[in-house]
């Protein structure tokens, strides 16, 4: 129902957008977020985008470099990450938004790995 | 931002055991907690939310409870699809936090 792709190798300042396909619901009835985990390590919320686009929100970590997106004519969220540096290297998954019931359902994940 | 303390880090259970996880915040949050529980190689899964309802399809054996600042997953006789990673998180306000995680092992 969640599909993750766009991942890959890119060195240290570059670039990468993510996308995650959805199905199976009403994309354009939920929020939605991306979450991630670095290589042995605990989950991290990364950012939030409301179900119309009208409001975003981030990590401390990523903002200014990172910025989500949605077309709901398409039923795809995007990551959009720009300035990656070596702790942004992880498996990135896009979870759709359980309306105040957590994060109901996940995708897969894609491993970004920044490294020169 | 609000903190999130889980402990333990690492349980180590037999099977049949009752385990207890802990999660404590540092404000209040009502009852904005979620649990899941995450295999090697495979997303999270959505075990608990609101603090102490049963996600659909999820076993009776899983229970939360807990509001405020304290929150607790209690598996009542763990079973060998039990042995996991756990996290809790909570989304009462932005940034949303997950908590460090616990990693069930078999003893």
């Known amino acids: 129902q969640l599909v993750e792709s766009g991942g890959g190798v890119v060195q240290p300042g570059g670039s990468l957008r993510l996308s995650c396909a959805a199905s199976?619901?009403?994309?354009?009835?939920?929020?939605m977020h991306w979450v991630r985990q670095a290589p042995g390590k605990g989950l991290e919320w990364v950012a939030f985008?409301?179900?119309?686009?009208?409001?975003?929100y981030y990590a401390d970590s990523v903002k200014g470099r990172f910025t989500i997106s949605r077309d709901n004519s398409k039923n795809t969220l995007y990551l959009q990450m720009n300035s990656l540096r070596a702790e942004d290297t992880a498996v990135y998954y896009c979870?759709?938004?359980?309306?105040?019931?957590?994060?109901?359902?996940w995708g897969q994940g894609t491993l970004v790995t920044v490294s020169s | 931002a609000i903190w999130m303390t889980q402990s333990p880090s690492l349980l180590s259970a037999s099977t049949g055991d009752r385990v207890t996880i802990s999660c404590r915040m540092s404000?209040?949050?009502?009852?904005?907690l979620a649990w899941y529980q995450q295999k090697p190689g495979k997303a999270p899964e959505l075990l608990i939310y609101?603090?102490?309802t049963l996600q659909s399809g999820v076993p009776s054996r899983f229970s939360g409870s807990g509001s405020g600042t304290d929150f607790t997953l209690t598996i009542s006789c763990l079973q060998s699809e039990d042995f996991a990673s756990y996290y809790c998180?909570?989304?009462?306000?932005?940034?949303?936090?997950f908590g460090g995680g616990t990693k069930v092992e078999i003893k």
């Open positions: 979870a759709k938004d359980g309306q105040l019931e957590g994060f109901d359902f």
């Open positions: 199976a619901f009403t994309f354009s009835s939920y929020g």
């Open positions: 985008i409301r179900y119309d686009g009208s409001n975003k």
């Open positions: 404000q209040d949050i009502s009852n904005s």
């Open positions: 609101a603090a102490s």
């Open positions: 998180q909570q989304y009462y306000s932005f940034p949303l936090t």
